[in-house]
């Protein structure tokens, strides 16, 4: 009933940029937080960035300095800036959102399938 789409994943090359972005859609009456993750062959899934739908945000340290996270919130949208990209940065960027649904009196967690960005030269 809910679906998280992502976009803006790619090749770029080190010190490059990309602008991801995902759109919440269906049954939302409101999303508390939405937050971007990663995960590269042979390690574990880490927190990218993450905001709430007061504009909180927090960031992975490897990533501070060079990742923005944004939302609009009338979009159901959350954003994510990068640049001064490195190899270490390759991996499955996945969306996620705790929100909730018209009829039902308690948070859910759903998750995107992923885009990949791959930096190299």
């Known amino acids: 009933q809910v679906q998280l789409v992502e976009s803006g994943g790619g090749l770029v090359q080190p010190g490059g940029s990309l602008r991801l972005s995902c759109a919440a859609s269906?049954?939302?009456?409101?999303?508390?937080?939405m937050g971007w993750y990663r995960q590269a062959p042979g390690k574990q899934r880490e927190l990218v960035a993450a905001i709430t739908s007061g504009g909180s945000t927090n960031y992975a340290d490897s990533v501070k300095g060079r990742f923005t996270i944004s939302r609009v919130n009338a979009k159901n949208t959350v954003y994510l800036r990068m640049i001064s990209l490195k190899p270490e940065d390759t991996a499955v960027y996945s969306c996620?959102?705790?929100?909730?649904?018209?009829?039902?009196?308690?948070?859910?967690?759903?998750w995107g399938k992923g885009t990949l960005v791959t930096v190299s030269s």
């Open positions: 996620n959102a705790v929100l909730r649904q018209v009829g039902v009196p308690y948070d859910v967690t759903y």
């Open positions: 269906g049954n939302i009456f409101s999303i508390n937080v």
